[in-house]
């Protein structure tokens, strides 16, 4: 039970309060309300009562955090005060006690302590397309948190897409043909815009990086100047462990050299062979993807996608298979930090 210094709970005081909720939690501390009219994502939790302490709050009520998270993909956890990497790191670890460490990292972030990251640190003007983390991974985080300490000036959202309604908006024969075919992701640490190898596996050991490699599935390919090239096909779809859904679960459409700004395409195209791009994206059986479906998919994603202005102190919680997200551009300082736990993987790689 939580306790409120020098509070009384008063029951009829709770009663007459009236805010714009969908339901009062069974412990009666927060109220759950719709982020906007109609709108079921995010499930919008927060406290009616000053002071009240979300971690301690969330370890008795597992199950209903659980069962919301499921049935929205994605908790937005407003007005608790949660100012610091220490608090944010206690409320998730009363979630999911393990925090995971970001491995076989695709963009650049700093471990502010404790498995607790910076959000991407792409430059400002950049915006990240809407994705599911480490969906290229033989293993993903489950869950995936982002704290708000400080919003941007403009801008800096993280808009979220239920992957659910992705599959089902996409055209069958594109999801046909991604299921038969799987995805392969090919990357060439080292060289252009890309992380290093030494960042994106942590180490400075290649035979650590192999062994990593082995154990993942991926194919390794050590060339000249310490450079590295790997090369994965994983599945385009994914089983959701507790639902049983099938569900897009891919990152096709960001590895892909055309999620890339034009100009800066035509630059990295008119430096180096295809083979050789930091980053891209085929068919399973190496075959070029259609630049018009890879279109197609991201259209989806933007029709669907949900997007709200961050409050200083807010907590985003993910099912990471059920949510998708990413970033707009923005200007002046955000300071956005992130968690992942409950690390699972597809056996059908």
């Not at 008063?10 to 009236?18: D, G, P, Q, T």
């Not at 719709?34 to 009520?61: H, I, M, R, Y």
């Not at 890309?194 to 990593?212: C, G, H, I, M």
């Not at 800066?264 to 479906?293: F, H, P, Q």
Request: proline fraction near 4%; charged fraction near 25%.
């Amino acid at each position: 039970m939580t306790t409120i210094k020098r509070r009384t709970f008063n029951l009829e005081r709770v009663a007459s309060i009236k805010p714009r909720t969908v339901s009062v939690s069974p412990a009666g501390f927060v109220r759950t309300e719709c982020l906007e009219q109609g709108s079921t994502l995010p499930l919008v939790v927060k406290p009616n009562f000053e002071n009240l302490d979300l971690a301690e709050w969330a370890k008795s009520q597992l199950e209903f955090i659980q069962a919301q998270l499921l049935k929205h993909g994605a908790i937005l956890f407003r007005d608790f005060n949660i100012n610091s990497t220490d608090k944010f790191r206690r409320f998730t670890q009363s979630i999911s006690r393990t925090l995971l460490k970001y491995k076989e990292r695709s963009t650049p972030r700093t471990e502010v302590g404790g498995e607790i990251y910076t959000a991407t640190e792409y430059s400002a003007d950049q915006r990240i397309p809407l994705h599911n983390e480490n969906a290229y991974s033989f293993e993903w985080p489950m869950k995936v948190w982002f704290l708000c300490l400080q919003p941007a000036t403009q801008g800096g959202e993280t808009p979220i897409a239920d992957s659910r309604k992705v599959t089902r908006l996409l055209d069958p024969k594109i999801t046909e043909r991604f299921a038969r075919k799987k995805v392969m992701y090919v990357r060439n640490y080292g060289e252009g815009i890309d992380l290093s190898w030494q960042t994106a596996f942590q180490t400075t050991d290649k035979s650590a990086v192999e062994d990593y490699c082995r154990k993942a599935f991926i194919e390794f390919e050590w060339r000249e100047r310490e450079q590295l090239r790997t090369r994965q096909v994983r599945p385009a779809t994914a089983k959701h462990p507790a639902t049983g859904e099938t569900i897009w679960f891919n990152q096709a459409h960001l590895f892909h050299v055309s999620s890339l700004e034009p100009s800066l395409r035509e630059a990295l195209m008119a430096l180096v062979k295809e083979e050789d791009l930091s980053r891209n994206a085929y068919y399973g059986d190496g075959t070029a993807i259609e630049t018009s479906i890879l279109d197609e998919i991201r259209g989806v994603y933007e029709d669907v996608a949900v997007r709200f202005s961050w409050h200083e102190g807010d907590v985003l919680m993910l099912d990471n298979m059920l949510t998708a997200h990413g970033r707009t551009s923005f200007s002046g300082p955000r300071k956005i930090l992130v968690a992942m736990a409950d690390p699972f993987s597809n056996q059908n790689c």
